[in-house]
């Protein structure tokens, strides 16, 4: 008996859709919702695809996800072909599967059997589907927020099928993330012969004092909601190809996740003072690209978390931790935001999987959420 989720997850994987392409996942799904009555509208922006459907009036459930996938990396390491999805002992491989083509799938299997049940329900089901999550996210989820913020559009709930559970489905779930700020920094010495020390300014070893600090420094210390803010270098740049040549600069990029205990203004100042201690020739340049979020317990949790104990008898835990995700931007605009999705231990690695029965579970989660929104209060 063939299992619809685990098919169309399939056809998904089937589409080498590296961020931000798309390359026809939408094209499958804009059918199967206008099938469903969806008003479906297609929003190109640069070689980003962006899909925007809904189906009904009132109070409004958002479904929120990306057909976009990071590149596969070395093909020889995969014991399967990434875009040729394989069922290996009821685990589905493929690029994507887990990261999150499978949770896409799931929503809109959960959505045709809701639809089936209560062609004429209350409230409003709609979709937004972005190609550039795992890239720039310049030209995705937040394009399409602010067009909808244009019109006026009222979302009420947004359920982001993000890979949020950690060893089994369910237990886990977000309602929140930390920010995401990144320093490009530039420290400036002078280039010279390495026998001759004396007349050059090494950057490097300048640098390893405010590296010292830099790493060490407590900038937060969280809440009961969020963990404190963390650093992490991840590049470091400098010499040349010779051995006997003192670099002129030294190149260092780093992230900063964190918690609504610090403010952006806050994290530079401090950088920046760490720097002028050490009398540093330097130049920075900073890039936000997130801000923290968090919903509180809300509708949509409590209606998530039930769905999970009636299907799989486990009680989620709330976490904020992870990396980014568009959740942020319906965020901004004040909608209740949660991320629901299937286990994250193998994404963006090589032989990215699914359990099967995952897939089936979360569908059926998915569609007693619905339930429960759109129904519950009629």
């Not at 009555?37 to 070689?47: A, L, R, S």
């Not at 610090?262 to 920046?272: G, L, S």
Request: hydrophobic share 40%; proline share 4%.
């Amino acid at each position: 008996m063939s299992c619809p989720v685990l098919e169309l997850t399939k056809n998904l994987v089937k589409i080498p859709s590296i961020s931000p392409l798309d390359l026809g996942c939408q094209n499958i799904i804009s059918h199967r919702l206008r099938s469903l009555g969806f008003k479906v509208e297609n929003i190109k922006i640069n070689k980003t695809n962006n899909i925007w459907a809904e189906r009904g009036f009132g109070k409004t459930l958002t479904f929120l996800g990306h057909t976009d996938v990071v590149s596969p990396g070395n093909l020889t390491k995969w014991n399967t072909n990434p875009f040729d999805p394989v069922l290996v002992k009821k685990k589905l491989f493929g690029r994507g599967v887990a990261d999150m083509k499978g949770a896409i799938a799931a929503m809109i299997v959960a959505v045709e059997r809701f639809i089936f049940n209560y062609p004429k329900h209350t409230g409003r089901l709609s979709f937004i589907i972005t190609s550039d999550e795992e890239s720039t996210a310049l030209d995705g989820t937040v394009k399409v927020v602010e067009l909808l913020n244009s019109r006026k559009e009222i979302i009420n709930y947004c359920l982001v099928g993000e890979p949020s559970s950690i060893t089994v489905l369910g237990d886990t779930i977000k309602n929140g993330r930390r920010g995401s700020l990144t320093a490009c920094l530039l420290i400036n010495g002078i280039q010279g012969h390495i026998a001759y020390p004396h007349l050059a300014d090494n950057p490097i070893h300048k640098s390893l004092p405010f590296l010292s600090d830099l790493q060490s420094f407590t900038w937060d210390k969280g809440n009961q909601y969020f963990s404190p803010t963390s650093m992490q270098i991840y590049k470091i740049e400098a010499g040349t190809e010779f051995n006997n040549i003192i670099p002129g600069h030294i190149l260092i990029e780093f992230n900063f996740r964190f918690s609504p205990e610090i403010t952006v203004d806050k994290i530079k100042k401090i950088v920046e003072n760490i720097l002028n201690f050490y009398y540093l020739d330097y130049s920075i340049e900073w890039f936000l690209s997130a801000k923290p979020f968090f919903t509180s317990k809300s509708k949509l949790i409590n209606s998530t978390i039930y769905a999970i104990q009636e299907h799989t008898n486990i009680f989620p835990n709330l976490s904020t931790d992870g990396g980014t995700s568009d959740g942020r931007f319906l965020s901004e605009i004040g909608v209740e935001v949660v991320e629901l999705g299937l286990i994250n231990d193998s994404i963006h690695q090589v032989n990215e999987y699914v359990n099967i029965d995952d897939l089936k579970s979360l569908s059926i989660i998915y569609e007693s959420i619905i339930k429960d929104l759109l129904l519950g209060d009629s």
